[in-house]
């Protein structure tokens, strides 16, 4: 990265880092975002199971890997402080913690996913096919986290393009493994929604071979020598690691179990209600990608700002950011209301689930608009370090706020389903305010601490 010294290079520079990691979420996404389609085409049993394995999935998944993503303000700092020296060791501490969080993921898993599907009262069919699912993405867990602190150190050095360029390369392999294992190809056994599991556990692997090789090879990154040298474990540094990653993670946990959590309650309605949910979940998540790349995005570029003691331009990097994601929200809410039926359709050829898919859609449209001021807000304040707000926001908007408002709206009105969707938004609209006025804070906090530093 470089300084930049006016508004258009500064919206050229964060639009260069922006652009591979929108590409980047979307391919990796659109392995989930394949899995469920490819599965719906298989049976309806297979979407409504793999559905709900992913949605457990993801928000665990995203809980512990946002722990990860701390590695980014970290090294980002530390590359806008020139303090290059120290860059290795942080990664591979962050490498060791990653390692540490999979294994206990895998090790709590195997005593509470039965008991969690079992709450959920799912038909038979679906529950196995979520479980077998889970399982088969358990195998492909170590090198997914391992990839993830390797991309956030990739990323804060501003070379986007390696892990958009990783992921353009895996993903092709991914819906050709997806093929093979889901419907039986080339004399492999048809294994339906849990074939969707080992294939992308196999590709897991495949984009932490090819990111450590890039690393180990190429420049800039092998000039930090990141794999010459075993490094001893320092619980300072993974002290520095969770004070800033736990925060993220948990407002990542918070954020994406709440969907966990609403398909749970969703348990009392019928198969195509739950399909049609979690479908319509899956297509507003895919859209989420946009505001959450620039989220990633924004929380480089500030870290980069607020390492030089550079807080004029953070600010504008801000404003810029938020600027993009609102206009992009509005985007993405024009192809959710004319293209609803046909989204609807890419998930399932059952007539009453497209009607519901559509009928939920709507609701998504709302989201867009939220997420579009949280998400950015969200990835400023980490640049900044500061995260304690962000995780306390997402507590109160969705566990406080939305879930509780939107079980009283199912209980209470004839809303049926939608009444969870509308508690959701009134919740993460609220929390959107109370970042922005967070942002602003901080924000006149440094300039402040600029002027005393030179009056």
Known sequence: MQRTSNTYEKLKQLLIILLPILVTQLGLFMMNFFDTTMSGQYSSVDLAGVAIGSSIWVSVFSGLSGIMLAVTPIIAQLVGAKQQNKVAFSV?????????????????????LTPLLGAMNLEANVHTVAKEYLLALSYGMIPLFLFNVLRAYIDALGKTRVSMIITIISLPINIFLNYLFIFGKFGLPALGGVGAGYATSITYWIITGI???????????????????????????WKEILVIGVPMGLAMFFETSIFSAVTLLMSQFDTATIASHQAAINFASLLYMIPLSISM???????????????????????????????????????????????????????????????????????????AIQAPIQGALRGYKDVNITFLMA?????????????????????????????????????????????????????????????
């Open 211 to 237: 990111t450590v090789t890039i690393i180990h090879t190429q420049k800039p990154f092998r000039t930090f020598r990141i794999f010459h040298q075993l490094y001893p474990v320092s619980l300072s540094l």
């Open 395 to 455: 507590l109160i908007s969705y566990w406080v706020i939305g879930l509780p408002l939107g079980y009283f709206l199912v209980q209470s009105t004839n809303l049926g389903p939608f009444g969870y969707w509308i508690g959701l938004i009134i919740g993460l609209a609220t929390g959107a305010i109370c970042l922005l006025i967070r942002l602003y804070f901080v924000q006149n906090q440094q300039a402040i601490v600029l002027k005393k530093e030179h009056p």
């Open 92 to 112: 591979i501490q962050g490498c060791y913690l990653s390692a540490i969080l999979a294994f206990s993921v895998i090790l709590i898993g195997s005593f509470t």
């Open 297 to 371: 995005a924004l929380t480089i570029v500030v870290g980069f700002e607020v390492g030089a003691r550079r807080f004029h331009d953070a600010k504008q990097y801000s404003q810029l950011g938020i600027s993009i994601a609102i206009g992009m929200a509005c985007f993405s809410g024009l192809i959710l209301f004319f293209f609803r039926s046909d989204i609807a359709a890419l998930y399932s050829e059952d007539t009453a689930v497209i009607k519901l898919t559509s009928q939920f859609l709507m609701y998504a449209l709302f989201f867009q608009l939220s997420d």
